[in-house]
């Protein structure tokens, strides 16, 4: 069992960024960040593997977004640039052993969630 605890969220207007960081309470996890709007399905945002050598992104966040991870802390990051209204969402870490998957049903481990507003 590994606890997840996020942090970084806020309120940013419209072209700006946010980091958030997520802790986790143990080690080779491989780790990631979903998100959920109001009134819609959570979504897989990006992934990052142990050893950080595979890195995922979904489709609209690639150029903007970049996850990283720093296994000496048990903390993976999400930069978060040129942020947009439709970025407006509860950010949440997840953690998995060996492989994060996309399908949000199949995530083991779930942070309580940061939120993320985007002002226009």
């Known amino acids: 069992q590994v606890q ?11 072209g700006g960024s946010l980091r958030l960081s997520c802790s986790a309470s143990g080690r080779n996890y491989a780790m ?4 959920q709007a109001p009134g819609k399905e959570r ?3 990006a ?12 489709d609209s966040v690639k150029g903007r ?14 930069q978060m640039n040129s942020l947009k ?3 407006t969402a509860v950010y949440y870490c997840a953690a998995d052993t060996l492989v994060l998957r996309r399908d949000y049903r199949f995530v083991n ?4 969630g940061t939120l ?3 002002s226009s």
């Open 65 to 78: 977004f970049a996850i990283s991870r720093d296994n000496a802390k048990n903390t993976v990051y999400l």
């Open 47 to 58: 992934a990052i593997s142990w050893g950080g050598g595979t890195i995922e992104y979904v």
């Open 43 to 45: 979504e897989f945002v």
């Open 116 to 118: 993320v507003t985007v």
């Open 32 to 35: 990631g960040w979903f998100r």
């Open 85 to 87: 209204p439709e970025d």
């Open 109 to 112: 481990y779930w942070g309580k």
């Open 4 to 14: 997840l605890v996020e942090s970084g969220g806020g309120l940013v207007q419209a």
